[in-house]
C-alpha cells in the first residue's frame, strides 16, 4: 500500500510538471456527418505529444497549447482521418464532422470505446474484443480466451485446443470467419479444436444469435468473426515479437511479425510457435467404470503437443480497388491421454518417464487458408469480392488395433487411424451502399463447394461432396437519429453427394460368427449410406436499435436461421471410435431450422456499465443422438444411437455490470445462463453449459509521463453451478469456484512501449470439472493452477 | 432511470422464469450393476460354461443386458494375434424389462473349443456388461478374463 501511494504522489508530481509559459486550450467535438457524436475519437495535434480522445458525447479538450500554427488530426475507426490547420491565438473551439470508410481501419485500433460505438450499431447481440483483450485473458487458446466473454463457453481438447460454444450452440452450430470467409474444418468432432492462431487476431466480434442471413448454414446459433488486420496510414516499417511461458503445461512460444507500408502496398507477415507437454491436473488417482486408475506425477499423459503457425498478407490500396491476399497455415500436433482410445487401464496410463513427448494416440491438424478480398469503389457503392481455398487435413494415429480379427495389418501407415482431407473453394460477393443518412443496402450472393476424402484403418465419417450457394439482402433504414431498423431475407440452395460404404471385412467377420441374418449382416456392414440430397433454406431477420440518449440502447432482433445436416449425421453407422457408441445417421433428416428473439438493453456513461441480453430460441428440428434401447452386435458397443430431429427450446441470456466506484478502482460483473431443452422427448439437451458468475475488481491506473504507462491487476472470481439438467447417459456435473490474478502492465521507454501480461489461473490450485470437456467423460478434472506470463514488444 | 429500472427488472424476469421453470422428471439415473462374476483376472474355460452372478437394479425399470467378450492380446487396443488361433468373440443380449431390480445367475456363455474349425486363441480378454433400463439410461462394467485351460471350481 506504501508503494502504491508513493506511486500515487510521484504520478501527481510528475504530470504536473511546471508550464509556467502563457498557453491555450482548444476543445472541440467530433460527430459523424449527420451529427451524432463519436465516442472515443482520437484527436491529435501533428509534430506534438498532445492528443486525446472524446468523451461519449464527442467533445474532447486540449489543454497547455502555446501561440501558433498546428495540424489537427482528427480520426476515428471506420471513418475517413481529416487533417485541418489551425492556429491558436486563445482558447478556441472546432466542430468537425467525419465521413464513414467502411475499409481502411487505421492503426490505432486499441481504444476504450470502440465496443461501445459499435453495439450501438448493430442490432445483434455483439462482444467486441480487441488483441489487448486477448493478451490480457490470454487462456492457450482463442476459444479459452473469448470464454470470458458472456454467453460464449470452450468445449476443451486438454490444454492446448478448444471448440467454440455460443449459448449453447457447438459443434457445426457456430460458424468462425477469418476475413469473410467461413473456416471449414472438421467441426463435427468433438475432440477437433480450432484451428487459428490466436497471435495473429487483433479484433474478434461474436454474434450471440442466428447469423444465417450473411454465413448461411451453420452459423444458426453465431458467429465468431476474426476481421482484418489492417494498413497503417503512413508509410513505415514495423514489427513486435510476442513472448509466451505457462507453468502448467511448461509452454513457451514466440510470435513474430513484421511488415511494411508503402505508399499503396502493404505486406505482413507472422510466424508462431508454441510447445507445450503433459498437464498437469490436482489429483493423482482418477475413477473411470469404478475402477480407480493412477496419474503419475499429477500430469495428465501424453497431452504435450505443439503449434506453428505462419501467415502472411500482402495487400494494394487504390484510389479505386483495394485487394488484399492472405496465406496462412495452421499446424497443430497434440497427443491423446491413452485412456481415451480404448478402455483405461493400468498399463497403458502409467508414466513414461517424459513430459513432452507425443506417443500414440495422437492428432495432428494442418489447416491452409489462401484467402483473396477485394473491395471495388463504384461512386455511392462498394463491392467486395472475396475468394478462398481452404485445406483441413486432419490425421489421427494410434497403434493399429482392430476387433475383427480378420482385420489386415495396412500396408502403408498401419498406425494411421484416421485421416480427413476437406477441401472448400469460397467464393463471395457482396455490393453494399455507402451510409447515406437514410438508407443502407447490401446485396450480395455466397458459393461454396466442399470436398471430403478419408483415409486410415477405422471407418467414421463418409467422403462427401457438398455444393451450397445463397442470395440475400439487408436493408437498413434510419427511422431517425435515434431508431434504426434491419431486415434481410435469404435463400440457399445446397446439394450433398456422399459415397456409400459396404465394410467387407465387417461383413466376413459377422458371417464367420454363424448367428446373423443375411439382413443383420447387411445392415452392420453397411458403413455408410450412398445418397444425393438437395436442401432449399429460407433465412430471413429483423430488427431494431434505439438509442434514446447517449447512455442507453435498446434492442430486439428476431431471426430464422438453418444448418444443413452433415454427412456423418446423415450416412454414417457404426461404432465412433470415441465414444464407444454405435450411431446410426439418417438419411431423411432435413436442415435444422431455428428461430431466435433476442432483446438487449445496454445503459453507459463514465463510470457505469449495465447490459442485460435476453434470448430465446425455438428450433422445429433440432438433430440430436438418441439412444434406441436396441443393442448394437458390434463388439464394444451398448445401444445403438440414432440421429433423430426434435423440437428444441433454448432460452437464456447474459447480464453484465462494470462500475468504476472509485478512480483507480473498478468492479466487474457478469452471468451467463442458458437453458436447453428437447421438447419432443422432454429430455435437456446435451453440452447444456451450466450457469456461471464472474466477479472481479480491478486496480488500475494510467500515466502519461511514468515508465510504468498503465497498470492493471485484476482479482477474478468465477462461480460456476453444478449442471444436473442432463441427456440420458451423459454425467452430472458439480459445481466449481476458481480464483484467478491477472497483472498488465504497459512500460514506455523512450518510444518503445511494451506490455507484460502476467497471470495465475486456478490460484488454489482446484479439482474441477467442466462438463463439456472432452476429458469429462473420463472423470479427468481440469487443469490445475497455472503461472503465466506475455511479454508483447513493438519494434517500429 | 426510473423507465431503465423497470425494463431491465423485465428483462431479468423473462431471462429467470424461463430458467426457474420446473424440469418434467425425466429419468437420467442410470441401472446399476453389481457384477460377482467372473471377476477381474478370472479364467474363462475353454470348453465350459461361464458362471455369470450378478445383480442389477435401476430407480424405475430395467430393460436388458448385455454381454460383449472380446480379445485384449496386447493389452493396448486389439491387435491381431499372431498364431493361427482364432479369436473368441462372444455377443448376446437378455431381456430383464419391467423389473426394478434382479439377481442373475446363469450357465448360458459357453467358451467354445473351436471357432469354424480353427482352435480358439489363448490370452487376455474384455469381458463387458453393459445393462440399459427402459428410459435409454445405459451402464456397464469390464473385466479383464484370461481364456484359458482348465476345469472350473464347483460353485
Redesign the interface.
Given at each position: 500500500m506504501k508503494a502504491f501511494i508513493t506511486c500515487l504522489l510521484l504520478s501527481l508530481l510528475l504530470s504536473r510538471g511546471v508550464y509556467s509559459q502563457h498557453t491555450y486550450t482548444l476543445s472541440g467535438q467530433i460527430t459523424e456527418i449527420n451529427g451524432e457524436p463519436l465516442t472515443g475519437a482520437t484527436i491529435a495535434i501533428k509534430k506534438t505529444q498532445l492528443g486525446t480522445l472524446t468523451n461519449k458525447k464527442g467533445q474532447f479538450t486540449i489543454p497547455s497549447l502555446s501561440m501558433g500554427k498546428y495540424t489537427i488530426q482528427a480520426s476515428f475507426i471506420g471513418f475517413i482521418t481529416v487533417f485541418d490547420t489551425i492556429e491558436i491565438k486563445g482558447n478556441c473551439s472546432i466542430n468537425i464532422a467525419l465521413q464513414p470508410n467502411m475499409v481502411e481501419l487505421d492503426e490505432i485500433v486499441v481504444r476504450e470505446n470502440y465496443e461501445n460505438t459499435r453495439n450501438r450499431k448493430e442490432v445483434l447481440s455483439i462482444e467486441v474484443i480487441k488483441s489487448d483483450f486477448i493478451i490480457e485473458n490470454n487462456a492457450g487458446n482463442l476459444v479459452k480466451t473469448i470464454e470470458k466473454l458472456p454467453g460464449v463457453y470452450s468445449m476443451d481438447v486438454g490444454s492446448g485446443f478448444s471448440k467454440p460454444v455460443i449459448r449453447g450452440m457447438g459443434f457445426n452450430r457456430v460458424a468462425v470467419s477469418e476475413n469473410g470467409i467461413k473456416q471449414e474444418g472438421q467441426q463435427w468432432g468433438a475432440d477437433h479444436g480450432l484451428e487459428l492462431d490466436q497471435f495473429n487476431v487483433e479484433k474478434v466480434e461474436v454474434f450471440k444469435g442466428p447469423m444465417s442471413l450473411q454465413y448461411g448454414s451453420d452459423a444458426i446459433g453465431g458467429l465468431i468473426a476474426i476481421t482484418p488486420s489492417l494498413a497503417p496510414m503512413v508509410n513505415k516499417v514495423f514489427g513486435e515479437v510476442s513472448l509466451i511461458g505457462k507453468s502448467n503445461n511448461n509452454l513457451l512460444g514466440l510470435s513474430a511479425m513484421c511488415g511494411l507500408k508503402h505508399n499503396k502496398w502493404f505486406f505482413k507477415t507472422r510466424i508462431t510457435e508454441q510447445h507445450f507437454g503433459d498437464y498437469k491436473i490436482p489429483t493423482d488417482t482418477f475413477v473411470y467404470?469404478?475402477?480407480p486408475l493412477p496419474i503419475y506425477n499429477g500430469k495428465l499423459k501424453n497431452t504435450a503437443g505443439y503449434e506453428r503457425d505462419l501467415a502472411t498478407t500482402i495487400g494494394y490500396s487504390g484510389t479505386k480497388v483495394n485487394s488484399f491476399i492472405t496465406i496462412s497455415n495452421v499446424y497443430q500436433k497434440t497427443g491423446f491421454f491413452?485412456g481415451s482410445?480404448?478402455?483405461p487401464?493400468i498399463?497403458?496410463v502409467k508414466d513414461d518417464g517424459n513430459a513432452r513427448n507425443i506417443e500414440l494416440p495422437n492428432s495432428n491438424v494442418n489447416h491452409l487458408k489462401i484467402i483473396n478480398n477485394n473491395i471495388i469503389k463504384l461512386n455511392k457503392w462498394k463491392g467486395f469480392i472475396d475468394l478462398a481455398f481452404q485445406n483441413n487435413h486432419r490425421q489421427e494415429w494410434?497403434?493399429?488395433?482392430?476387433?475383427y480379427?480378420n482385420?489386415?495389418?495396412p500396408v502403408s501407415n498401419p498406425d494411421l487411424e484416421m485421416d480427413f482431407k476437406l477441401n472448400t473453394y469460397t467464393a463471395n460477393l457482396k455490393i453494399d451502399s455507402q451510409n447515406d443518412s437514410l438508407w443502407h443496402h447490401i446485396i450480395g450472393v455466397n458459393a461454396d463447394y466442399q470436398h471430403n476424402t478419408i483415409d486410415g484403418y477405422v471407418f467414421l465419417l463418409p467422403e462427401y461432396k457438398r455444393i451450397t450457394s445463397g442470395a440475400y439482402f439487408v436493408e437498413t433504414y434510419n427511422l431517425s437519429k435515434k431508431v434504426k431498423v434491419t431486415g434481410g431475407l435469404r435463400f440457399d440452395v445446397g446439394a450433398i453427394s456422399i459415397k456409400a460404404f459396404h465394410d467387407k471385412i465387417l461383413q466376413q467377420y459377422l458371417g464367420?460368427?454363424?448367428i446373423y441374418t443375411p439382413n443383420e449382416i447387411a445392415f452392420y456392414s453397411q458403413r455408410s449410406y450412398g445418397i444425393n440430397k438437395q436442401f432449399n433454406n429460407l433465412s430471413w431477420s429483423a430488427g431494431l436499435v434505439y438509442n434514446p440518449d447517449f447512455q442507453?440502447t435498446?434492442k430486439a432482433n428476431i431471426g430464422r436461421s438453418f444448418r444443413l445436416p452433415g454427412a456423418n449425421e446423415l450416412a454414417s453407422n457404426g461404432v465412433h471410435h470415441g465414444t464407444f457408441r454405435h450411431e446410426q445417421g439418417d438419411t431423411s433428416l432435413v436442415s435444422e431450422k431455428g428461430y431466435q428473439l433476442d432483446?438487449a438493453?445496454t445503459?453507459s456513461n463514465d463510470l457505469f456499465y449495465?447490459s442485460?441480453n435476453?434470448f430465446?430460441s425455438w428450433f422445429s428440428n433440432y438433430i440430436y443422438l438418441?439412444?434406441?434401447?436396441n443393442?448394437s452386435?458390434?463388439?464394444?458397443?451398448?445401444?445403438i444411437y440414432h440421429y433423430n430431429q426434435a423440437k428444441a427450446l433454448v432460452?437464456?441470456?447474459e447480464?453484465t455490470i462494470n462500475y468504476e466506484f472509485h478512480k483507480n478502482f473498478t468492479y466487474e460483473s457478469s452471468l451467463e445462463?442458458v437453458?436447453l431443452q428437447n421438447l419432443t422427448d422432454?429430455?435437456?439437451l446435451p453440452f447444456s453449459p451450466p450457469?456461471s458468475v464472474l466477479n472481479s475488481i480491478t486496480w488500475h491506473w494510467h500515466s502519461e509521463t511514468k515508465t510504468l504507462e498503465e497498470f492493471h491487476c485484476k482479482l477474478e472470481h468465477q462461480l460456476v453451478t453444478a449442471q444436473e439438467?442432463?441427456?440420458?447417459?451423459?454425467e452430472?456435473t458439480n459445481g466449481y469456484s476458481l480464483l484467478g490474478i491477472s497483472i498488465n502492465n504497459s512500460l514506455r521507454f523512450g518510444k518503445t512501449k511494451f506490455n507484460a501480461s502476467f497471470q495465475i489461473q486456478n490460484l488454489l490450485n482446484t479439482k474441477y470439472y467442466n462438463h463439456l470437456s472432452f476429458y469429462r467423460k473420463l472423470n479427468i478434472p481440469e487443469a490445475g493452477r497455472n503461472i503465466q506470463l506475455i511479454i508483447k514488444i513493438p519494434i517500429n | 432511470m426510473k423507465q431503465i429500472s423497470f425494463f431491465a427488472i423485465a428483462l431479468a424476469v423473462a431471462v429467470f422464469s424461463s430458467s426457474c421453470s420446473k424440469d418434467d422428471d425425466k429419468d437420467t439415473t442410470k441401472p446399476v450393476i453389481e457384477l460377482h462374476e467372473p471377476a477381474d483376472g478370472d479364467t474363462l474355460f475353454i470348453g465350459y460354461e461361464t458362471h455369470l452372478e450378478m445383480d442389477l437394479s435401476d430407480n424405475v425399470k430395467l430393460k436388458s443386458y448385455k454381454v460383449d467378450i472380446h480379445n485384449n492380446f496386447d493389452g493396448h487396443g486389439h491387435t491381431k494375434s499372431a498364431t493361427t488361433d482364432v479369436a473368441w468373440t462372444f455377443t448376446k443380449s437378455w431381456d430383464v424389462s419391467g423389473l426394478k431390480n434382479t439377481h442373475i445367475h446363469h450357465h448360458e456363455i459357453e467358451v467354445p473349443t473351436t471357432i469354424n474349425g480353427s482352435p480358439i486363441a489363448k490370452g487376455n480378454y474384455h469381458f463387458m456388461l453393459y445393462c440399459t433400463d427402459e428410459a435409454g439410461n445405459e451402464s456397464y462394467v469390464v473385466k479383464n478374463v484370461v481364456v484359458g485351460v482348465g476345469i472350473p471350481h464347483e460353485e
Open positions: 467404470l469404478t475402477r491413452p482410445h480404448g478402455i487401464d498399463n497403458r494410434a497403434k493399429f488395433h482392430t476387433h480379427g482385420q489386415p495389418l464367420n460368427m454363424n442507453q435498446y432483446i438493453y445503459f449495465f442485460i435476453p430465446v438418441n439412444p434406441t434401447g443393442w452386435v458390434l463388439p464394444h458397443t451398448g445401444q432460452g437464456g441470456g447480464c445462463y437453458y422432454g429430455y435437456p450457469l439438467r442432463i441427456a440420458r447417459n451423459e452430472t | -
